[in-house]
Structure formats: C-alpha cells, structure tokens
C-alpha cells in the first residue's frame, strides 16, 4: 500500500452499495485519473465500516477522516478540496447527535471509540477482492506459522487456551469441539463454514464475507490441519449474492496462490473449499439440518447424539463453524491465545459482533468485549434513541431470545449473563425499540417467523408455535378470553420441552419474555381490549374531534361500512359499534380532525 | 417454434451443467438452484427430468423443491418486489408498506399478479438494516422507503425497464 500517498476508502458493504456506493467509486477513479493523481492515490472499495446509517462511507487514509452520507455528485469537491488542497469537506463530516458537533477524525467517534473489533479488523480496510491486500494485513501468517511450526494437537490446545466460543448462538467452546472432531479416526473429515446466517435482522457474518473472505478461507484451512480434514464446505445464504460473488473470487486466488489446494506451503497439507447454497428455510442454520441440506435432503434436523463432531457430512467427522467464530482465529494464532482470552469477561473470551438496529441512532454493526453494558453499546455507541424518543426494550438472540428491559441495561453482557436475563446471544442481533412499539405485536412477529419456518418433523412445534401464533392474533385483535394468559404460558413450556431441535425449544422464548416483562401489556390487551403503544389496529378507537371537523364528509364518503354520518358543513360522528377500524377516515381527512387512540 | 428451440437450449445447457458436476451425490440441491436460473421456476416436467437426469426418485426431487422457499413451482412475475420483513424493517413499518403493496397491487405476498407483471415476496433481513425500511425490486434496494414513494418506486421499475 506504501506507494500511494492517499488512499480513498469507498464501502462497498450491501447497505452502501443499496445507496449507490459503487458510483462513488467510478467517478472518483475517474476524476482522480482526469486529475493524473493515479500514481498518488488510490481508489479501494471496501467491506462494510460497521456505520450503515450514515452511509455511503468515504474514509480518506492516513488521515482518518471519515465523510458520511456520500453522494455520486460530492466527489469533485472531495476530490478538489481534500485531494488536492489538504482541506477537509466540513459538511460531509460526520455530526455527533448529542453534542452536534462534527468530527472528523474517524477514532474520535463515539461510534467506534468504544469498540474493539477483531473479526471485523479488516471490515473497511481492506479491498475484499485483493489477496494481496489481505496478505499485507498479515493474511495466512497463522496458517503458514502453524504448517511449519505447530502440529495438529497443538492447534487444538491453542484453540482450548483462548477460551473462544461459538459465534452462531450456541456459544460452544471452539477448542473442544475440534478436539473431539480430532479424536475421531476416519479416512475423510469436513470442515462446514456455516454462513446460512437465519436471524432476521442480524448481518455480521453477511459483512465478514464481503469485507474480509479470506480471514474465513484462512481459518477453515486452519481447522482442518487441526482435526485432519482436507475438505471445506461453505453452506452460505443463496440471497448474499455479493458475499457469494466475494467468496468466489477469494476461493480462486487463494487456490492461484497455493494457499488453498494440494501441497499448501509446501507441507503436505491439502485443503480445498467449496461453496453450497442453502435455499430459504431458517432451520438449515441448525447444524444437523444443514448437514443433512449440503447432502441435497431435506433439511430436517436430524437426533443428537450422534454429534456431527462424530458423525456427521456423509457420516464422517465434521466440525461446523460459524462465520464470526472463523473470523477471529487467524489473529488469535498470530498473537496469542492470552492475548485472546485477556480480552472480555470470566467465562467469555474476546469480541462479540452485534448488530444494532432497530428504534437506535446508529444502526450498524459494532464488535465490542464481552462484558459490555448494553447501556454503553445502545447510548454510547448506538447514539441513544430515535427521535429523542423513550427506550422500552431490546432484543437479542433472534427469533430464539428474548425482551430485555431497561431494569437491565447495566448488566455486562456474555453468554451466560444473557440467559440469566431470560434472553441470549443467539447471533448477535440486537435490536432497540421504543415506546412506540407493542410487545405482543413483537412476539407475534416473531412467532410468525418460526411458524413458518418450522420444518414440520414434530408435532409440538409444527402445530405448537401455530396455536401460540392464533393466540397472540386473538389477543391483538382484541376477542382473547380471559385464561388465555395462562395458556400461552402452559402451551409455551410443553413446546420447549418437547421439540427437537433448537429452533422448536427456543421459539416460544420470545413469548415468554415479553408475558415475564410486559404483563401489564398483555393484559391491557386481554382485559380493557386496549393497545398502549397504539399499534394493534384492530383495538384502536377513532374519534372525530368535533372543534376540528369542518364536516367535509370526506371522511364518510370513504369508510367502508358507512358508519360515519353528520350533514355538509356539520361535525361528523363515527359509530363505533359498527366501525371496523380500517383508518380510511384518518387518511381521508385533510383537516386532523380524526383522532386515533 | 423460437421458443421450443429456447426452451430446448435450457435443457441442454442443464444437462451440461449435470455431466459436469464432479460429485452427483448431493448435488441435488446445486443442480435445482441452476435449474431455477434457467427457468425461472421449477414446474413438474422439469423437476421429473431432473429426477430422470441424477436417477432418484421424483417423489425426492419434489419433496426437496417444497421444502425450501428459495424454490417455486409456478413462475414468477417479471417485477418481484421482496418486501424485507426481518426484525429491523418491521419495527421501522415494514409491516405496513408490505400491506399498502398488497392493496396496491390486489395480490397477496408470495402471489403473482395475472397479467404476470408483478410478484410479492416477503423476506427476511437483506442486510442493509441500516437502511430500514426496505424494498427490493428484481434486485434492486429501495432503503428508508416510505408508503408515499411507493407508487412512485413502481412506475420507475417499469419504465426503466420498459
Ligand atoms: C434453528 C437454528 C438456527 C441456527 N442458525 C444458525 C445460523 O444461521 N448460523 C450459525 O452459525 N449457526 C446457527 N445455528 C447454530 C448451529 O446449529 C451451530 O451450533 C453453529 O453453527 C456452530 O458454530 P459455532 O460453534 O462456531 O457457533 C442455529 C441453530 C438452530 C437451532
Ligand atoms: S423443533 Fe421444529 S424445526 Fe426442529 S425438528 Fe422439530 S419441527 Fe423441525
Ligand atoms: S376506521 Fe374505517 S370503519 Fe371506522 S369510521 Fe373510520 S373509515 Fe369508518
Ligand atoms: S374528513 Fe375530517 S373534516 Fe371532513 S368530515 Fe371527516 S372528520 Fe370532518
Ligand atoms: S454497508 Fe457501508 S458501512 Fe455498513
Ligand atoms: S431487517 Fe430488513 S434489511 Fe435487515
């Protein structure tokens, strides 16, 4: 990189390139030739930067500045002012919303001050599409140390002393499940990368593969020299096409390169990848069931035992490995397995990626130690609320977690802690809402989700989550009996202690949590038919108010059971026996008259 | 008769892709994602070739096409609208636009309009949260889409494809 005296950082990550990053990146090499700087400085597009709310990113290295909400049209004032004369472009630096000052010096932002990212370390900083990039980042260091140095069971000692978990919801230590894959004696061993990345809302490992694929190429090569695998597989998302476009390109140099494929640094070694689709259904993020959908089945969860650590690809020994979980072994072979397991708290090691969104200033995704308050990460990091609005709760772990509430934002967040507050890590989503959102409506959601992704195998979760789904309908719709609270509760716990699989023991979780944290909710909903936040259309009330209503007759001309009556020029009235509140007279009225409660 | 001889290219071209493969156990999957390319959608003609081609059993082949929601038996309209419904767009009102689509366009999620102009598809997460709400159209993001712009995003998908 040394041979430019600039290089301007353009994010390629799926949510800028959605807000025409790649245009950026066009029209800056183009001015920048026109401006014969090409040998000065150099155009890169990288993966994502973590700050998507504010995106498309242009970061200018090695001054550390980072323009925000870029535009095609602000290149020639980047391009003249900053290029050329030094000068930073004021109005594209980015504003802290609490202080409303701009900063422009990208470690001074409160976003990324707090955050210490490892398996994002090349997020943003590296052009993903160049091995030589990832190689000047000390890319296959640790894969070339351990070939010459190391033998497999000290690999697996390494991996066992750095205390890592599992990234993709478990959070199983690393180091004992390869040592088991390790243990098993077959002629064929599999290393499964899994990227089939489910939880709706959650795009760290998304990210990863597009910013940094060779960091996941590189650990996958590591994994299998420690269990004695010569053959990878990546199961990843048919709909990441730009992560899929990524890996392919970085399969291919790596295998150009030697770093991939026979003979690799000349140790004996072989290793070579290769990548599968999933195809749409949330449970093939289930280890069994992924296997069982890379053999081209079915993807139904299949008995543990046996382990896919003992049986599992074609029944041999197989490790699958989340995407997050790969990222960050390379550099803990490189510096350390202390260094590693000197970072988070006392039973959980390291970083964790999470990704913000929802009713928070800054949606991104931020890597932060374990032990963190979700305080910091949503206030410090996140920027606090929306619209300077109330923080009513935050979820976490997925359709398979659970509500937090503010009584728990001081606590430092790892696995364990996470499960005592009745939620869990699941992937890393995490995702704030205000008080404008309606907790059943949330659980609703989210039992929409397993309902439909529920693979069917057994009954209690296949005919379970579908009745705690027409429950939670009948309590937004106002017609649940008064024992249905009860109910929900019983039915929940029989489906946790009778499904099979993860997805099925876990669904009711978010069910549970909100009938722990929000009864009072529920039995507004139950009892007074009414929904606080105002979301469950079907328990709003409308009213005219009277001193606005010019008695257009808008409002009646539209309301479908013509319910709405009062003469020309007179204030309207709505029956409310017959109203079936569809909100037609509220989008009808051009005088705010229509109130809806 | 064009489009005979089209339609023969595709199954020439599959079965190409078929010979090609290095390991036909387990390809099944990989060998429906093309299928789906070249045709659009997976009718039972070609999932019983399929079957033919790799010698399992067509009850296999359609157990696995309906199972995944990736894959379709009836074909899709030529503008699919994919309303992203993950966690991050619903509670900034995805919920809401996927509704206001549905009324627009009289067809629910997952239905195809019977002129065969458009689809609706809900998603889960596309992973440009930080652009919540999202919309996409044959591919194409629409980030912070509110129910306003909505005609507007339409029309120009048509015409620009026109
Ligand atoms: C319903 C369900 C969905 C899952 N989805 C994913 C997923 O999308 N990505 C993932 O890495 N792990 C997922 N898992 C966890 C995997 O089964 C497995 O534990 C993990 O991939 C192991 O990798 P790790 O130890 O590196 O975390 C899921 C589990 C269940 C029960
Ligand atoms: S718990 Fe649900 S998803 Fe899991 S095997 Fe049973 S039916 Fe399938
Ligand atoms: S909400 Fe609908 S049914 Fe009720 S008064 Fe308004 S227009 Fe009529
Ligand atoms: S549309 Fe508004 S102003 Fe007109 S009659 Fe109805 S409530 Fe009154
Ligand atoms: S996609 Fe650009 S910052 Fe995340
Ligand atoms: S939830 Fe819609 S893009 Fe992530």
Known sequence: MSKYRMHLLVCGGTGCVSSDSMLIVENLKKQIKANKLSDEVQVVATGCFGFCEKGPIVKVHPDNVLYVEVKPDDVTEIINEHVIKGRKVERLLYVEPTFEQRISEHKDMPFYKKQLRIALRNCGAIDPENIEEYIAADGYQAIGKILSEMTPAQVVDTMKLSGLRGRGGGGFPTGMKWDFASRNAADQKYVICNADEGDPGAFMDRSILEGDPHSVLEAMAIAGYAIGASKGYIYIRAEYPLAVKRLKIAIGQANEYGLLGKDIFGSGFDFSIELRYGAGAFVCGEETSLIQSIEGNRGEPTNKPPFPAEKGLWNKPTIVNNVETLANIPVIFLKGAEWFSSIGSAKSKGTKVFALAGKVNNVGLVEVPMGMTLREIIFDIGGGIKDGKKFKSV???????????????????????????????GSGGMIVMDEDDCMVNIAKFYLEFTMDESCGKCTACRIGNKRLYEMLTRITEGKATPDCLDELKELSMIIKDTALCGLGQTSPNPVLSTLTHFYDEYKAHVFEKRCPAGVCQALSVYTIIEDKCIGCTACARVCPPKCISGSVKKPHVINQDKCIKCGACLKACAFDAVDKK | MCTNELLHEKFVELDAFIDGLEEKEGSLITVLHKTQELFGYLPKEIQLHVARKLDIPAAKVNGVVTFYSYFTETPRGEFIINVCMGTACFVRGAEELLKEIQDKLKIKAGQTSTDGKFSIDALRCVGACGLAPVVMVNGKVYGRVKKEQLDDILATCVSENA
């Open chain 1, 395 to 425: 979820q976490t772990g997925g359709p398979s977690g659970g509500c937090i509430t503010a009584a728990n934002l001081d606590t430092p967040i790892d696995y364990d802690n996470l499960i005592a507050i009745g939620s869990m890590m």
